[in-house]
């Protein structure tokens, strides 16, 4: 079935280290989401890809990095540089046919750095 | 994209019709509403989307003003397993920068 994969679904790291979160979709989207969400908030947007090799920086861009070297394919890099990388992180992805622009999730991955 | 806002919780007894509002005052002719729902720790999901028409599909119903500055979602028939954080977006009219702001935490009481 199509959808979109996210891995791991938990993660522990220490505090220093780069850590990368996987996104995979096979839905043919041409568009991906990367949000992050901290308990009792709503969803904020690190980055998002429009097409591959391109990605522009969302609100929350800072100490994240990402790569769209595939159109299945959205890593997200949780970068030392996070000063609190702690959070619920969701990938989406989306095309735009006519008038539908339906936004499909993954299940998310819990990132817990200790 | 069109910024929303929408109040940031509500309650509604089970097996009533819970009536979600949402405002979007700055939404273009061509722009779409959508909403989705969040149940704890899982990714939104997609209820219903329209442009000025009111729509209907098994889920839920949406109203949209004549003006489209606002609009409500209605769940009919309240269950339990409704409670969830309810967000209203107006994507844009290309696969553009997605912001869903904090949406509203409905509670259903039994």
């Known amino acids: 079935d199509g959808g979109i994969t996210q891995s791991p679904k938990y993660l522990f790291r220490k505090e220093g280290q780069n850590v990368t979160l996987s996104c995979e979709q096979n839905?043919?989207?041409?568009?991906m989401y990367w949000y992050r969400q901290d308990p009792g908030q709503g969803l904020r947007l690190i980055y998002y890809?429009?097409?591959?090799?391109?990605?522009q920086k969302g609100d929350i861009a800072e100490g994240y990095s990402v790569s769209r070297e595939k159109k299945e394919s959205f890593p997200l890099t949780v970068t030392s540089a996070q000063k609190n990388p702690t959070a619920f992180y969701l990938c989406?992805?989306?095309?735009?046919?006519?008038?539908?622009?339906?936004?499909?999730f993954g299940e998310g991955s819990r990132l817990t750095v200790l | 994209d069109a910024k929303t806002t929408q109040p940031t919780s509500m309650d509604c007894a089970e097996g009533r019709a819970a009536n979600l509002p949402c405002n979007h005052s700055?939404?273009?002719?061509?722009?779409?509403v959508y909403w989705y729902r969040q149940i704890h720790s899982q990714g939104p999901q997609y209820i219903i989307h329209?442009?000025?028409n009111n729509e209907t599909n098994e889920m839920a119903s949406l109203i949209i003003t004549e003006d489209r500055k606002s609009s409500t979602l209605i769940l009919p028939h309240a269950t339990l397993r409704d409670t969830a954080v309810y967000y209203c977006?107006?994507?844009?009219?290309?696969?553009?920068?997605?912001?869903f702001g904090s949406g509203t935490r409905l509670s259903i009481r039994p």
């Open positions: 989406a992805s989306m095309t735009w046919l006519a008038d539908t622009g339906e936004l499909f």
């Open positions: 329209g442009l000025k």
């Open positions: 839905l043919n989207h041409d568009a």
């Open positions: 700055t939404i273009s002719g061509n722009e779409y």
């Open positions: 890809s429009q097409i591959v090799n391109d990605f």
């Open positions: 977006i107006v994507p844009g009219s290309s696969a553009s920068k997605i912001i």
